[in-house]
């Protein structure tokens, strides 16, 4: 990693002096020849796909010298400029990125798991243990999905207000400094269409934060000019309703041109300002940008630019009237220019050839290990000729990537399948560690690898006694925030109707009244940006209880949970964490919008972060109590229909957990296992009660979590037990129970214990139908659980269980 620039902090005015514009000068260069080098490697067969920051180098350079130490970007894949000048991205770098190159030290952003133009500074120490974020320059991890960086923007930004706001957060100078700390942000001029872009903007003038947002706009949006993008073709102008004025909060909004040096430091230095002194968004517009090479290495812009922007583009292109203001400044003469761009070119040539050297020596090494095995394999095997021709083959592959070597090495093991010598033993054992090695390449990181990992944390059990009184669910659950609020300071809670009244169920009544606003706060009905407040702050360290009202609103803002929260941990190969925790409620209750539960869904969509399906508030209680201790992204799943169900209060409330991926057996028997969760468990229970007065002795499971999922194979001990397994939830079918039923099947390997047909129960595939009969014919009832359970058994022993 490039060495840290030095930027001085407390400016008056922006650093104009002759060795800052030089230096911006040449990094201005190193970055566009970075982009022209990187296309011809793509065009050379070397990279697959590139993208390129050339046409938007000055902006960066003005956002870079107003960013500083602790300021936090999310960005999108054209800001290569500004994380050079930033020093967080080298050439080498740049390039390693590009080859995809697996090495963290190689490609710090993503350890080559991300196409080039995805940013991302490393948070996390090796151990999974937080930097000092204010002594950095940070960078959020990107996104590829357009305008997907803008809601953790909102949370970024965020932060900085409670850091200021919230006295408990005082003493964590690792992480603020009395929340000084900007969130920049960059977006194309087209992704602003994007309504993930508009509810960004409008949370962020409401909520007044800290946050510069800068719309690169080249008129572009791949092939689809301005016109069709934006009202007004202008989004400043669009968005002028959400300017402040002397009497209302709102933006200051600036606009700027993408080739005006002068125009370009002033506009991100008083930006800056604005934010970090007084806490108001700042939207700068900077028009005028060009793409010198079009949009990507997909196709070229020649196809729908007409000739007059072509040449206007190169015109007005902002290296080349840098240059101009450079020389009619006389900061430099033609003579110096030049020479520092040859100098650049020279180093361009020179980084991207080590970066290359450094990505394929890995490669070259492994090809030349796989080859001399092959080959000494096939000198004692009787298919010598095939094994040698695919050594030979191997060998000669020009520029060789890693599924070549993997690829031919399977294929001769399965050619050796009729030999048995020392020498395929050996090949076998070579591709063992090698498959190792490609895991930890490819495929690690899916989850925290730290010891906070959530399998890492100690259980404690809950405490009753004969004084311990039954109360309701939620009174629960407000103690248990009550007592967290109290004793974390790092945690706090947001979402629709989460402050004043303490959510619709009240489960933190009375809380905002005692530990503020900052602690448990309102916020208006924007999923997507409720998902990124949270994602934001907890990126900066802070514990967020980030509050989806019912579960089946969770759609709007499942977007960011996938493409953002739940890969983080895995596209930054343990560079970044974001522990957020959602809350939400759903399974039964009233209706297609309020009893939905679509478990499959979200474990399809979710993988990388912790579901629960608490059964009771009791169980969710400790479920938060160890997702607090834990540095995962999770989602909590209360039951809606339980708040006013009576509980038994713990003594030891905000101290005792509950562990996660071990089931709990709720009812012992000895003929069938039932496997379910959430609020299926009571309906499970009262047919397990009345399946035991026809003599049928059903195991109730609760699996508690989805992910991870009994990773002690408790449900498999059970099958060993009963010989017979159905799994029921109200997902639809083919759902949850079917991930259920896989997970057991294929991972405890209980297939031969079992002596009926596994099953599986579920709700009819539609949504459900309003009030009570309308639930009793949409979802699985007792009825249908007892008729299908006795079904299983009829079958088994038809003289005992008669046909109904
Ligand atoms: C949600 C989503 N839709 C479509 C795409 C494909 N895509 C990638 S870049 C792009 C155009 C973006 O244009 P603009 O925001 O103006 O940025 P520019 O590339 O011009 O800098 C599109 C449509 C995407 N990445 N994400
Ligand atoms: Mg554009």
């Known amino acids: 990693m490039a060495e840290v620039k030095p930027i001085p902090k407390n400016q008056n005015s922006p650093n104009f002096s002759k060795a800052a514009v030089l230096e911006d000068f040449r990094t201005a260069l190193m970055s566009r020849h970075a982009s022209l080098v990187g296309r011809k490697e793509v065009f050379m067969g070397k990279a697959k796909f590139g993208i390129f920051g050339d046409g938007k180098e000055l902006a960066q350079l ?121 969130a920049w942000g960059t977006i194309g001029n087209a992704s602003t269409s994007e309504g993930l872009f ?26 689809v000019p301005q016109e069709y993008h934006t009202t007004k073709g202008s989004i400043s102008e669009a968005i002028a309703g959400f300017e402040r004025t002397e009497s209302q909060k709102g933006f200051e909004i600036i606009k700027v041109k993408g080739w005006d040096y002068e125009g370009l430091m002033n506009a991100f230095f008083n930006a800056g300002k604005i934010a970090r002194d007084e806490h108001v968004p700042v939207l700068i517009h900077v028009v005028e940008m060009t793409q010198p090479q079009g949009h990507s290495t997909s196709g070229s812009h020649e196809r729908y630019k007409s000739t007059e922007r072509l040449k206007w583009e190169k015109e007005w292109d902002c290296i080349s009237k840098f240059r101009e203001y450079i020389l009619s400044s006389e900061i430099a003469s033609p003579e110096t220019l030049d020479k520092i761009e040859a100098e650049i070119k020279a180093d361009v040539k020179k980084q991207k050839e080590t970066a290359w050297a450094e990505f394929s020596k890995e490669i070259k090494a492994e090809l030349q290990e796989a080859f001399s095995l092959i080959k000494k394999a096939a000198e004692n095997s009787t298919r010598k000729v095939i094994l040698t021709q695919m050594a030979d083959e191997l060998s000669r592959t020009l520029n060789p990537i890693r599924k070549d070597v993997i690829s031919t090495v399977r294929k001769a093991i399965l050619t050796l399948r009729f030999d048995s010598n020392e020498s395929k033993i050996e090949l076998k054992n070579w591709y063992k560690a090698q498959e ?3 895991h930890d390449r490819y495929n690690s990181h899916l989850y925290s690898e730290s010891k906070w990992g959530v399998l890492n944390i100690e259980e404690v059990k809950p405490r009753f006694d004969d004084k311990s ?42 809380l905002q009244a005692k530990y503020g606003e900052l602690r448990v706060s309102d916020t208006s009905i924007r999923e997507a940006t409720i998902v990124g407040q949270g994602i934001g702050t907890a990126l900066r360290g802070l514990r967020p209880v980030a509050e989806i009202q019912y579960l089946d609103y969770l759609l709007y803002g499942l977007q960011m949970l996938s493409d953002d929260l739940a890969c983080l941990q895995y596209r930054t190969k343990g560079g970044q964490k974001a522990p957020l925790i959602i809350r939400t409620r759903g399974h039964r209750l009233e209706g297609v919008w309020h009893s939905g539960s679509p478990m499959g869904m979200i474990l399809s969509s979710l993988r990388g972060m912790v579901v629960c399906v608490p059964r009771d508030m009791t169980q969710a209680a400790g479920m938060y109590a160890t997702l607090l201790q834990a540095d995962e992204p999770a989602i909590v799943i209360e039951c809606l229909n339980g708040y006013r169900l009576k509980e038994k209060l ?59 999922f009994d990773v002690h194979g ?73 008729e299908k359970v006795y079904k299983v058994m009829n079958e088994a022993n038809p003289k005992s269980f008669p046909t109904l």
């Not at 934060?209 to 706009?217: A, L």
Request: glycine share 8%; charged share 20%.
């Open 436 to 438: 190792e090695k490609n």
């Open 650 to 708: 713990p003594s030891n409330l905000g101290e005792y957990t509950v562990p996660m991926g071990r089931p709990d057996i709720l009812r012992e028997g000895n003929d069938i296992t039932v496997v379910t969760y959430g609020s299926m468990c009571r309906i499970v229970m009262e047919a397990a009660a009345e399946l035991g007065e026809l003599g049928i002795e059903v195991e109730v499971i609760d699996v508690q979590t989805l992910l991870p």
């Open 714 to 786: 408790i449900i498999g001990e059970s099958i060993k037990k009963t010989n017979r397994v159905i799994f029921a939830d109200e997902d639809v079918p083919g759902g949850a129970s079917a991930y259920m039923m896989q997970q057991v099947l294929e991972n405890q390997e209980v297939f031969r214990y079992l002596d009926s047909e596994p099953m599986t129960i579920a709700s009819k595939p539609h949504r459900p139908a309003y009030s009570s009969d309308g639930d009793y014919f949409s979802k699985p009832s007792v009825e249908d659980i007892v």
């Open 469 to 510: 009184i039954l109360i309701d669910g939620r009174e629960i659950l407000q103690k248990y925030f009550d007592y967290t609020l109290e004793n974390n300071p790092k945690f706090f809670a947001f979402g629709e109707d989460v402050g004043k009244i303490g959510d619709v169920n009240q489960a933190f009544a009375g």
């Open 198 to 223: 508009f509810e960004t903007i409008n949370a962020a003038g409401v909520m007044q934060v800290p946050m510069v947002i800068s719309v690169w706009d080249d008129a572009y949006g791949i092939s």
């Open 62 to 182: 003005a956002m870079a010298r107003a960013f500083q130490i602790g300021d936090f970007r999310s960005g999108y894949y054209r800001d290569q400029t500004f994380m050079m000048a930033i020093g967080e991205l080298t050439v080498q770098e740049y390039f390693a990125q590009l080859y995809a190159h697996t090495n963290v030290n190689a490609e710090p952003a993503s350890a080559g798991r991300l196409m080039n133009g995805h940013f991302a500074t490393r948070s996390l120490n090796e151990d999974g243990s937080w930097k000092e974020l204010t002594k950095m320059y940070n960078s959020a991890a990107d996104i590829s999905p357009t305008a997907a960086q803008m809601p953790k923007l909102l949370g970024l930004a965020y932060a900085s207000k409670l850091f200021r706001g919230n006295k408990g957060l005082k003493n964590f100078s690792d992480l603020s400094i009395n929340g000084n700390e900007v």
